[in-house]
């Protein structure tokens, strides 16, 4: 292994001292970042790879040095997020791009060097939900990389995916029962539920049919059960949990409104970026679809 040139320790403590000091440290980071140009290209996996260096660099002279006094760079950053760095193209400079930070739970829009909105946002909680069959598990953190805005939707629906049901019934002690159309589930009382349509309903012992309601918090329980109904049902889309716009990122991650405003400037959410419903108002209006999104 070839020996790492001298200065690079030296740097290295410089860029520690540096990650202590917070926000107002853009000059010293000027300064690092010239003493870093002037290594070694051997430090590609080490304390701070060289695209990453340059990355910074570009920044910097972009004028985004609030963004990177928020980010305080780890020296300890993994292979992982040191070549997803390598991997990230050039900044647009003929429209908006907007930049989050998880550690500091904050977004910026930003074009041509200017902010052009700023606001805190709540981000993924990185707990760890095992699943049913204790197989594997459901890992609720919010992506770091390259993403782009793949659609935007005003009056987002949500429809739960199968951890939020899991997470349901273990909060109030409940089982879990899946509902399959074609296939119905007969309750301890004589009734039936089933699928109609695109309704889940029980079918009572008399031939009377009750559609059943669903909301978040609120599912449907039957014999000490919460039910899972079947992806397309009017009772697996909910109203007003993203709040009033969405922009989609693909994989099921979007940034988005929401109906807890205080859960805003937490990591609590289960992968997405929520704005208040006001924030993520004027975010929708400045972003078009195609829009960068560097989520570090």
């Known amino acids: 292994m070839e020996r790492l040139p001298a200065e690079i320790p030296k740097v290295t403590k410089r860029v520690a001292r540096f990650l202590g000091h ?10 690092i970042l010239l003493a870093l140009a002037a290594a070694s290209s051997a430090l590609l996996v080490h304390t701070v790879g060289v695209r990453l260096r340059r990355d910074v660099a570009r920044l910097v002279l972009q004028g985004r040095v609030e963004v990177l006094d928020s980010a305080r760079w780890r020296v300890a950053a993994s292979e992982q997020m040191l070549r997803a760095a390598q991997a990230a193209p050039e900044p647009p400079q003929d429209r908006p791009y907007l930049v989050i930070s998880l550690e500091e739970r904050h977004l910026w829009c930003r074009q041509r060097g200017a902010t052009l909105f700023s606001t805190e946002v709540a981000t993924g909680s990185g707990i760890t939900m095992v699943k049913e069959s204790g197989a594997s598990a459901w890992k609720f953190e919010t992506p770091r990389g390259r993403l782009v805005v793949q659609s935007k939707e ?7 995916p199968d951890w939020h049901y899991v997470e349901q019934s273990r909060k109030r002690g409940l089982g879990l029962a899946r509902l399959e159309i074609g296939q119905p589930l007969a309750a301890a009382d004589g009734s039936l539920i089933t699928v109609e349509g695109n309704d889940v309903v029980r079918v009572l012992p008399d031939g009377r049919r009750v559609v059943l ?6 599912e449907i329980v039957v ?5 899972v109904p079947p992806l397309g049902t009017t009772q697996r889309r909910y109203a007003g949990v993203l709040g009033t716009h969405r922009l989609n990122m693909g994989d099921g991650y979007a940034i988005h409104g929401t109906n807890q405003p205080k859960t805003v400037g937490r990591a609590v959410s289960h992968g997405c970026v929520r704005l208040r419903n006001e924030d993520i108002a004027k975010l929708y209006a400045m972003v078009e679809v195609g829009t960068p999104v560097y989520i570090y």
């Open 223 to 227: 014999d000490g059960k919460v039910l």
């Open 154 to 160: 005003e009056a987002p629906v949500w429809a739960p």
């Open 213 to 218: 309601q669903a909301t978040d918090g609120r």
């Open 22 to 31: 917070g926000r107002g440290a853009g000059i010293q980071l000027v300064g």
